[in-house]
């Protein structure tokens, strides 16, 4: 390896190269003969994983602790009897809203939500992480008390930050959570959810979009 093994040399080379700098827009031509994007053609949109998923959700919905260090904290409630068993936890707090990898694992036992997102068993050293999609992740992502609720702190965030006005809290809600402004289709639509729905409602369905779930 070039520049005496030098580990930053390498990355700086692997990141300016053009396969790196792919964009990720599909083109019919090559999708006709490389769907699989075996050869590298694009960047292939790739889901996020199960940590950084919830990291980014309590990132946009402005309730993540970000302290370094200290005592883990538990996704489970843990029962002691002769024997410790553990419950996924429903209600989620401050002492809940650390980052992932502060997460204490407890081995097999997957979390209520995130363990559907492929997450590793804890008693088993694995290489590489399986990637799957299944009805349950979509399910939990929608529907669990945690993502309800950080909704509804994401809305309050917005009333906050963006006022009274639907149209402004709903270009709020693109920056924070998909980092761009919305299309003029979206902002109409996104108007008239929250005036149908409410502000939780259009919260809600910005935590699972796949241009917030996705790396492009």
């Known amino acids: 390896m070039p520049a005496g093994w030098s580990i930053k040399h390498l990355h700086r080379l692997i990141l300016t190269s053009a396969t790196w700098r792919q964009s990720s827009a599909p083109r019919p031509e090559a999708l006709a003969v490389d769907a699989g994007c075996r050869w590298l053609w694009r960047f292939p949109p790739r889901r996020l994983e199960a940590e950084a998923i919830r990291d980014s959700v309590l990132a946009v919905s402005g309730t993540i602790d970000p302290t370094p260090g200290g005592p883990g904290f538990f996704l489970h409630r843990v029962e002691r009897e002769n024997v410790y068993h553990y419950h996924p936890l429903e209600d989620f707090g401050p002492a809940e809203a650390r980052r992932m990898v502060y997460a204490v694992k407890i081995r097999l036992e997957p979390d209520g939500i995130f363990g559907a997102f492929d997450c590793p068993d804890g008693s088993l050293a694995i290489p590489r992480r399986n990637v799957s999609t299944t009805p349950l992740q979509a399910l939990n992502l929608f529907n669990s008390r945690f993502m309800a609720d950080q909704a509804v702190h994401l809305a309050a965030r917005l009333a906050r930050e963006a006022g009274p006005t639907a149209d402004a809290q709903v270009r709020r809600a693109w920056q924070l959570a998909i980092h761009r402004a919305p299309e003029p289709a979206e ?23 796949n241009e917030f779930l996705f790396i492009p």
């Open 187 to 209: 902002a109409r639509e996104a108007a008239a959810l929250v005036a149908a729905e409410g502000l939780p409602a259009l919260a809600r369905a910005l935590l699972n979009a």
